[in-house]
């Protein structure tokens, strides 16, 4: 069974730092992209960022472009989300998510196969 478990949400300050972790189990994506989607409420889930596997190409939403990195630890079967000068519009349910489905980058939900169960990040202003 595959799971995906996040970790590293919080509350912060306007400018503030977090790091997000999602570990993968059940099965390797070094191949695969894995990728980072958050949800506001009353919003749809939108894409923030993700990281194609042997390629290690990375994408990113422009709202996070300059200010949030990508990483993976293939050894690990772990991926990060380094989320920097954050703003309250950042606040949101953040969902790791991983596709056995694609090589290449994929920026839609529905592209995705493998979820999380999400984890808060609220900002203060």
């Known amino acids: 069974q595959v799971q995906l478990v996040e970790s590293g949400g919080g509350l912060v300050q306007t400018g503030d730092s977090l790091r997000l972790s999602c570990a993968a189990s059940?099965?390797?994506?070094?191949?695969?992209?894995m990728g980072w989607f958050r949800q506001a409420p009353g919003k749809e889930r939108e894409f923030v960022a993700t990281?194609?596997?042997?390629?290690?190409?990375?994408n990113y939403a422009e709202s996070v472009r300059g200010r949030f990195t990508i990483s993976r630890d293939f050894a690990k079967n772990t991926v990060y989300l380094q989320m920097t000068r954050l703003k309250p519009e950042d606040t949101a349910v953040y969902y790791c998510?991983?596709?056995?489905?694609?090589?290449?980058?994929?920026?839609?939900?529905?592209?995705?196969?493998?979820w999380g169960q999400g984890t808060q990040v609220a900002v203060s202003s």
């Open positions: 998510a991983a596709t056995s489905m694609y090589t290449a980058m994929v920026v839609t939900p529905s592209q995705y196969n493998y």
């Open positions: 059940g099965r390797t994506f070094s191949t695969y992209p």
């Open positions: 990281s194609t596997g042997s390629s290690r190409n990375t």
